[in-house]
């Protein structure tokens, strides 16, 4: 932005009477960080609430495994932290490597190199966390390797940052324009226009803006042969304000859309909560779950002792708690369709010791066609069921 003063000799060439105060730029990357924050860190936040259950035959064990997913990888992070940045680093830059230290901790790598082959594991290099550097490689069979597989929807999603970026700044552009402060520096014809006064010219403007821009009240000193004058005192705008909201929540909405977050648990909106939330979870979340369970398996179990019965199983978030869901749970075991551990289970919670939880139950209002015509020939109540 530039202030001119106007002179009354006509000899003085332009580019010595307009005094740069201040600069502006086109790129608004903090917009993008806001989206990102935004619309990335919720799902993040919502995985990282997931537990993790290490299973041996089913029974769930509570060794250093069980620890190091839902209590501390390593000593920097507990596991929330963890699971956000795994999570944040995953979709913003399309994949994420975390490796085990030489004492069982689990880190994500800051930075690395990856060499890929055709038929034998890929090997990471230069692979540095923090300000250490491994002098190591690391082959695939010992890390956790994900990647997001999206590199077109992140290739749109800068230019649609970009667009945004742009069309931002003409609404900010504007703003500044009708909020501006105006002003004209006059200066006597009769002075002399060398460096010195030039100059002196300078500081006024700069003292000027700095005393206007930082005081409630301001008073500027006037050299002699220097007159301000104030054209504008400039005006709030709410249009303006309300454009430049609606160009963020549209830049996040967008992301949102992208990356499969219904705008309505970004804003708070509490109408179809539920249904919001089962299509969260079931589009957005499961399937990032499912690719870290299936890692952690591959990895950190393996083929043979997952073969013998050993799971890692993630419990993500649930639409809906058990209380909610009693009635359909109770339908599922008088069916006998399913046991009690088995609806436990299917609710996230762990399966019970008790072995009455294992029996298959019916009740006895569900019978056979074949028990029912059994029970007309020898004139019993169609209604009662089969108490056996």
């Known amino acids: 932005m530039r202030i001119p003063f106007i002179t009354r000799d006509p000899a003085i060439p332009i580019d ?4 740069p105060i201040t600069g502006d730029s086109n790129n608004r990357g903090y917009l993008r ?3 990102i924050q935004t619309v990335v860190g919720y799902i993040a936040r919502s995985i990282a609430s997931s537990k993790f259950r290490y299973l041996v035959n089913g029974e769930r064990q509570y060794d250093d495994i069980d620890y190091m997913l839902n209590v501390r990888p390593n000593i920097s992070q507990n596991a ?3 699971w956000q940045q795994f999570v944040f680093k995953l979709i913003t830059e399309n994949e994420v490597l975390a490796i085990f230290t030489d004492d069982n901790q689990l880190i994500i790598a800051d930075s690395y190199s990856r060499s890929e082959y055709a038929l034998v594991p890929d090997l990471f290099s230069s692979v540095v966390y923090r300000n250490f550097t491994y002098q190591r490689n690391f082959s695939e069979d010992d890390v956790l390797f994900l990647q997001f597989n999206n590199r077109n929807i992140l290739t749109f999603m800068n230019q649609m940052f970009t667009d945004y970026a742009t069309l931002y700044n003409n609404v900010y552009t504007s703003q500044l324009r009708n909020n501006q402060v105006r002003g ?3 200066i006597e014809s009769n002075q002399s226009q060398d460096e010195r006064t030039r100059n002196a010219a300078q500081e006024l403007v700069n003292r ?3 005393s206007f ?3 409630a009240v301001s008073i500027i000193p006037l050299f002699k042969g220097f007159e301000y004058n104030e054209v504008s005192s400039g005006g709030s705008n709410g249009t303006d304000s309300n454009q430049s909201m609606q160009i963020l929540d549209g830049l996040t909405n967008e992301l949102a859309d992208i990356l499969g977050v219904p705008r309505a648990l970004l804003h708070g909106d509490v109408t179809n909560l539920n249904d919001l939330l089962k299509s969260f979870i079931k589009f957005t979340i499961d399937p990032i779950n499912q690719a870290i369970e299936q890692e952690l398996n591959a990895k950190i179990i393996g083929k043979d002792d997952y073969q013998k019965g050993e799971r890692i199983q993630i419990i993500g978030i649930k639409a809906s708690d058990a209380l909610e869901n009693a009635e359909a749970a109770d339908k599922l075991v008088s069916s006998g369709n399913y046991t009690n551990n088995e609806v436990r289970i299917k609710l996230g919670d762990e399966p019970s010791d ?3 939880l294992d029996v298959f139950y019916i009740t006895k209002n569900y019978t056979t066609a074949s028990d029912m015509n059994t029970t007309q020939d020898n004139g019993g109540d169609v209604s009662a069921g089969n108490d056996d």
């Open 80 to 82: 929330s932290e963890f």
């Open 16 to 19: 010595l009477i307009e005094f």
């Open 354 to 356: 008790d072995p009455n």
């Open 33 to 35: 960080e806001i989206a």
């Open 184 to 186: 004209i520096l006059k």
């Open 213 to 215: 821009s930082e005081r």
């Open 208 to 210: 000027i803006f700095k």
